[in-house]
């Protein structure tokens, strides 16, 4: 089945303590990416990768860190997490840049 | 920046109305596209508009694009309760640095409720 599985559902975690969200898709999709949705602001672009190696900027990647290594994986890291990155997290990728985007599941992360 | 607005954020229908959600964006694009999300889901996509003038239909839902207007609507058509989710536009630009990248900017959402 053609999906995007993020790891794990839901996260606890404490300040500063580093952890990864892992972001696998199994359709080879060229384009990948992050957001987080926090309430009243809609979903924000964190990172985003059009192919192996390359990566850039969203509108909110400040404290949060990606890597491409291989094409199916987009893990996101947060190397020193606040409460203020305490939010719903969704990784997605596209085939190409005009294709629609597949969402994974969601992470809700708690930074405590 | 760009920035995109949609509205209404709520809206509070009956079944059996017609309503429209407009999306607003700041910046010349020439590609849109609305996701809805079930409470509690994931996003799923509805329609992506890809040139100016494109309409596209799925069942009780139309959305179009004007590039020149930078606007892009949402209209519902006999709302049914099953409609109710919330609706997001996004639109797409190349950053100055060009090369294929893109980045997606979505509109805050338009939590729609359809009541009997």
């Known amino acids: 089945e053609a999906q995007v599985t993020q790891n794990p559902r839901y996260l606890i975690t404490v300040t500063g303590k580093k952890l990864t969200v892992t972001c696998s898709q199994n359709m080879n999709h060229e384009y990948m990416s992050w957001y987080r949705q926090d309430p009243g602001l809609g979903l924000r672009q964190i990172y985003y990768?059009?192919?192996?190696?390359?990566?850039d900027k969203g509108d909110v990647p400040e404290g949060y860190k990606v890597s491409r290594k291989e094409k199916r994986n987009f893990p996101l890291i947060l190397e020193s997490p606040s409460p203020n990155q305490t939010s719903l997290y969704f990784c997605?990728?596209?085939?190409?840049?005009?294709?629609?985007?597949?969402f994974g599941n969601g992470t809700r992360l708690t930074v405590t | 920046e760009l920035k995109v607005e949609q509205n209404p954020l709520f809206l509070s229908m009956q079944e059996g109305k017609n309503y429209t959600i407009y999306c607003n964006y700041s910046t010349t694009s020439d590609r849109l596209y609305w996701y809805r999300q079930d409470p509690g889901k994931s996003l799923e996509s509805l329609f992506v508009l890809l040139s100016n003038g494109a309409v596209k239909q799925e069942g009780r839902l139309m959305a179009s694009l004007d590039t020149k207007a930078r606007l892009s609507t949402l209209h519902i058509t006999a709302a049914v309760h099953d409609l109710s989710a919330t609706y997001f536009c996004a639109v797409a630009v190349i950053p100055n640095s060009g090369g294929s990248n893109y980045k997606l900017t979505f509109g805050k959402g338009t939590l729609l409720t359809v009541n009997p």
């Open positions: 997605a990728s596209s085939r190409r840049v005009n294709s629609p985007l597949h």
């Open positions: 990768s059009m192919n192996v190696e390359v990566t």
